[in-house]
């Protein structure tokens, strides 16, 4: 059964954030964790320095390891606990960027579902959750071929190209340049959880599902071990299944940053020495990563300055694979992508590819889809049209893009990026102007709710972003 780290991988920036109240003598002892050259000698920001890009970027991954970073098999008793087995696989199951502004205590953090099919390093398309069992491959399969018989090495340089792909991956579906990474796995989420008591969740509704080893009830409760695992693997009986289940993460994340820093996990000296050892143990991180310098950098952030959301979704129930009509992935669009993630630090969006059209884009909705129309707008207004939403149209089954003869070329690109619509050139439209209306049936991009893009108001409709000082109560 794959496990993930799921929401693991928030652990160390919770720990590390613990720091800012507790002092940097406790904190000294993080120096001793397993370090890995995934940034390279030109990526890191160093003490003092101002990111380039306005943000302090860090990659948060949770692979679905039963080794710790050392390579020893996890104990038999932590597999048992968290209901998993002894193998496990080479995919990065959560990415979560996190985006600190410079100058700002506000801290920005966004999912990016692991099925997001994408350019991976290397050549080719595939989901991003991949890039890191392909280059890991690679390097073994190079390094074996110039004649290395080390295992040990082997499997270290391996992993480490294994980091770099997915840290690539990453950096070319968001445009952010990553300054710094941090890698856990199950044991660290087992220890961490324990460490701070316990974290509190609430349920709209009780649960069960006996993949994950979910039962709980409905309210606020309190989980840790095992069962805190559960509450973030479980995807049967949610809404949206694996969106369902990215929520949760995105919740405990929260949850634990609030109890770190609000609650009295800083002030027992235990409970803070064990959150450190549980990291020293399970956690590694970049080999330019000051950790002291990173605590000096975050004096002043509240329980309540962390923010989660998701990047935005095209499609999630994507056929990419005509050979295989099963096969699906999550569709998504790296223009919009990067415009979204510009958005969290107040940046200006990438401009449009050179010769976009700048035709004036209006969506109308004929269905009954609440809030398609802005959808699809946003994503017009990602690929660099000036995209507005027109409201309701009259009723009607299938979807039509419109246009004045002067706009046919624009017209049809239009209908190309929203999954191949028919076209119609009408004397009708005016001049400067392309009209799409939305039928029952739309199937194409901006369907589904996924996040905003950037510079545009999360709508009523759609899943609000998860805050550390929020209620948080989910399904």
Not at 406 to 435: F, M, N
């Amino acid at each position: 059964m794959r496990i993930a780290g799921k929401v693991i991988a928030g652990a160390l920036s919770t720990v590390v954030f613990a720091g800012t109240a507790y002092g940097f003598s406790t904190l000294s002892s993080l120096e001793d964790i397993t370090r890995s050259d995934v940034i390279g000698t030109g990526g890191s920001t160093r003490q003092g320095e101002q990111p380039a890009d306005g943000a302090l970027d860090i990659l948060l991954v949770g692979r679905d390891a039963r080794k710790d970073p050392k390579g020893n098999p996890l104990p038999q008793s932590v597999l048992q606990e968290l209901r998993v087995g002894d193998n496990g696989d080479d995919l990065t199951d959560t990415l979560i960027v996190m985006r600190i502004p410079n100058g700002q205590q506000e801290v920005k953090a966004f999912s990016i579902p692991r099925d997001s099919y994408v350019p991976l390093p290397g050549g080719g398309k595939g989901k991003i959750n991949a890039a890191f069992g392909r280059g890991k491959a690679a390097a073994a399969a190079k390094l074996r071929a110039s004649g290395e018989t080390d295992k040990d090495k082997i499997e270290q340089e391996s992993l480490t190209a294994g980091r770099q792909a997915t840290r690539q991956a990453v950096e070319d579906l968001t445009g952010v340049t990553i300054d710094h990474y941090a890698e856990v796995n199950l044991l660290s989420f087992s220890e961490i959880s324990k460490a701070v008591g316990g974290v509190e969740v609430c349920l709209k509704h009780a649960t069960k599902d006996e993949n994950s080893g979910a039962d709980f009830p409905a309210g606020k409760q309190r989980l840790s071990g095992g069962a805190a695992l559960a509450f973030v693997r479980q995807r049967d009986n949610l809404p949206g299944t694996d969106f369902g289940r990215m929520r949760r993460q995105q919740v405990f994340l929260a949850a634990l940053a609030h109890q770190v820093l609000s609650a009295g996990t800083l002030a027992d000296p235990g409970k803070l020495n064990d959150l450190i050892d549980a990291v020293k143990r399970s956690v590694v991180l970049d080999q330019w990563w000051d950790v002291l310098d990173f605590v000096g950098q975050m004096r002043g952030v509240s329980g309540g300055g962390i923010q989660f959301t998701t990047v935005p979704v095209l499609n999630p129930d994507y056929r990419y694979d005509r050979s295989h009509p099963s096969a699906t992935a999550v569709q998504v669009d790296p223009v919009q992508v990067k415009a979204f993630a510009a958005g969290l630090i107040g940046a200006a969006p990438p401009a449009a590819p050179p010769g976009a059209p700048k035709a004036a884009v209006e969506v109308s909705n004929a269905g009954e889809a609440s809030g398609l129309a802005s959808r699809v707008a946003d994503v017009l207004k990602g690929k660099g049209f000036a995209a507005t939403a027109a409201g309701n149209a009259p009723s009607q089954r299938t979807s039509i893009v419109r246009y004045p003869a002067a706009l046919a070329a624009e017209g049809a690109e239009v209908a190309k990026e929203l999954g191949g619509l028919s076209t119609q050139e009408s004397a009708d439209v005016p001049a400067g102007h392309i009209q799409v209306v939305l039928g029952k049936v739309y199937a194409g991009p901006g369907v589904s709710d996924g996040g905003s893009a950037a510079g545009v108001p999360v709508k009523a409709d759609q899943p609000q972003p998860v805050t550390s000082d929020g209620d948080n109560c989910i399904d």
